[in-house]
Nanobody, 115 residues
């Protein structure tokens, strides 16, 4: 049974920080590319950041310099450190695991940035 479980979402003021976690089970975590996606109200799901099995990272332009994606293969866990949060970062954040044509998704964690 493949499971991706996100945690760490919540309410934060603009300029604040949050750290999201994605705990994976049922896959050989170390060989999967991992990523964070988000979906804001009324918008389509978009890529936020990815980290390959080799540790290479990519970020959406909107989060470059503010967010940092990382993975700990010993813990089967991926993280997203979010700093300098803006109201437009408000969204449900989803964890993704991908290898070749295979994709798995978590159920999401809500991040709300509001004063």
């Amino acid at each position: 049974q493949v499971q991706l479980v996100e945690s760490g979402g919540g309410l934060v003021q603009p300029g604040g920080s949050l750290r999201l976690s994605c705990a994976a089970s049922g896959i050989i975590f170390s060989i999967y590319a991992m990523g964070w996606y988000r979906q804001a109200p009324g918008k389509q799901r978009e890529l936020v950041a990815t980290v390959t099995s080799g540790g290479s990272t990519n970020y959406a332009d909107s989060v470059k310099g503010r967010f940092t994606i990382s993975r700990d293969n010993a813990k089967n866990t991926m993280y997203l450190q979010m700093n300098s949060l803006k109201p437009e970062d408000t969204a449900v954040y989803y964890c993704n695991a991908a290898r070749v044509a295979i994709n798995f998704w978590g159920k999401g964690t809500l991040v709300t940035v509001s004063s």
